[in-house]
């Protein structure tokens, strides 16, 4: 994960980021408190992830409490109330924990684009965007994400069908 693009193309991340800075309270961050997904578009809501942050000795789980249609389509199968952890192997999983385990850290929106990290599917490249959300206004406790996919450009590849 790395740090936002400063210009969106898919139109759903752009509505996503721009309702959170619109929820966010001067000088902090909004908590799930400020979201109501009744306010997000219909187009948006397929795509929209609230995650609890679960903290722990070996650091932060990520459990999923809201998962839009899109996401269970990606993935082939319901994830509510399971850990990241449980739906993708360790090695694929790595990325997007970094990602999120920094925006726990830092307070900071996160963004990533890959393959699908779920081997049950063919290569389809995705891009996330992970938007820290705190009851406190500073202490990160879910994360309100987007998850948008396309076919996975050719000179992306980086190896053979099958590989990540």
């Known amino acids: ?42 187009r948006l809501l397929p795509h929209v992830l609230l995650m ?3 903290r722990g000795e070996s650091g932060p789980r990520f459990k999923f409490r809201l998962v839009g249609t899109g996401f269970v389509q990606l993935v082939g199968r319901e994830v509510t109330g399971l850990f990241y952890d449980q739906i993708a ?9 970094a990602g999120l385990k920094k ?35 500073k202490t990160v406790d879910m994360v309100l994400a987007a998850v948008c996919s396309t076919p996975r450009p050719a000179d992306r590849s980086g190896g053979a069908k099958g590989e990540d």
């Open 52 to 54: 609890d942050v679960v």
């Open 1 to 42: 994960m790395a740090s936002l693009p400063p210009v969106f193309t898919e139109p759903e991340f752009i509505e996503l980021v721009d309702y959170w800075r619109r929820k966010s309270p001067p000088g902090r961050l909004p908590g799930r408190q400020h979201v109501d997904p009744m306010e997000l578009s219909p």
């Open 103 to 137: 925006l726990v850290e830092t307070g900071e929106p996160v963004y990533l684009e890959g393959p699908l990290t779920v081997p049950s599917r063919d290569f389809i490249w995705v891009k996330r965007v992970g938007l820290p959300l705190a009851e406190d206004g």
């Open 89 to 97: 192997s360790t090695k694929r999983a790595a990325p997007l924990l």
